[in-house]
């Protein structure tokens, strides 16, 4: 089996395990979780080492968090039953000092770039070699918290930052173009100091190629770098792709079997595939 074959394999689980969640609940933010699962996935069991530090910003997608910790054997399967439930350790956002991997609450969207920069910076004074890998929306990139950081990213030259934006251009009451243009994005970004690579969010290739310019950028200028993945909200679920209502609409029981038959008919081609090559 490949890498990313093997990658494959975990996104399956994952999104299966998330949409039942999803559904379980019947809460919504469903969207949102889609369109960076790839992501995710690919940070958890390819580019993090086990000392590293992951902050999801947009917290929003806390079930996809734990649905890749429990891929992990990080959280247990029982608990995962509970998400949602009053009393749980699961809730609609991550929680602070309940699930070991989660070191900060998050959903408080534009704090989770400062809070990444800030244990970064804490890890250089303490000379620990541990990298810190944030996950914000496109959408709280509204925020001057996430700007204010950036700049503090860029000045210390935190190279142990790796800053990933889920642009999938849709945010919760609009597109992001139309609330609050952001584009000139790369070379916004650019001015302020960072290296900017580009990547097709729900391709594991291009997210590796990604890593490794990353890596190559860290080693050679010392500039801390930011992945743009570009990225559909909804991604794999042909009536929610690229649309507002699925930030926050819960799926019905139709559109849960909708759901779960198109994962399975993806997972089939691609396990085809691989068996015709």
């Known amino acids: 089996m490949t890498k990313v074959e ?8 994952v999104k299966i395990r ?4 999803y559904h379980a609940a019947h809460a919504g933010h469903i969207g949102c979780s889609l369109s960076c699962t790839e992501m995710l996935v690919h940070l958890k069991f390819s580019w993090m080492q086990p000392e590293d530090r992951l902050i999801l910003s947009k917290g929003h997608a806390a079930a996809l968090l734990y649905s890749v910790f429990a891929e992990a054997g990080e959280i247990s399967e029982e608990t995962i039953g509970t998400f949602y439930h009053n009393g749980t350790t699961l809730p609609a956002h991550p929680p602070v000092n309940q699930v070991k991997p989660i070191p900060f609450a998050t959903g408080s969207l534009g704090h989770g770039l400062s809070l990444s920069a800030g244990m970064a910076f804490g890890a ?3 000379g620990e070699a541990r990298k810190h890998f944030c996950v914000t929306s496109d959408g709280e990139l509204d925020e001057g918290s996430t700007w204010e ?15 990933l934006i889920d642009r999938n251009s849709i945010q919760g009451i609009g597109r992001t173009e139309e609330v609050l243009r952001l584009e000139p994005l790369k070379a916004k970004l650019e001015s302020f100091g960072f ?6 969010g729900h391709d594991f290739n291009a997210l590796e190629r990604a890593k490794a310019e990353c890596a190559d950028v860290s080693a050679s200028a010392g500039k801390p770098c930011v992945v743009i993945c570009s990225t559909v909200k909804g ?9 507002v209502d ?6 019905t029981e139709e559109q849960y079997h909708q759901a779960i038959d ?5 997972r089939a081609a691609t396990s085809g595939r691989r068996h015709e090559s």
């Open 6 to 13: 093997a990658l494959n394999a975990r996104l399956y689980s």
């Open 18 to 21: 998330l949409l039942d969640m």
């Open 124 to 126: 250089r004074m303490k």
């Open 149 to 163: 950081a950036a700049m503090f990213i860029a000045h210390h030259r935190l190279t142990n930052v790796i800053w």
């Open 195 to 200: 290296h900017v690579s580009e990547a097709d």
């Open 235 to 243: 991604h794999g679920v042909s009536y929610m792709e690229d649309t």
């Open 246 to 251: 699925c930030h926050y609409l819960p799926m």
């Open 262 to 266: 198109e994962l399975k008919a993806w």
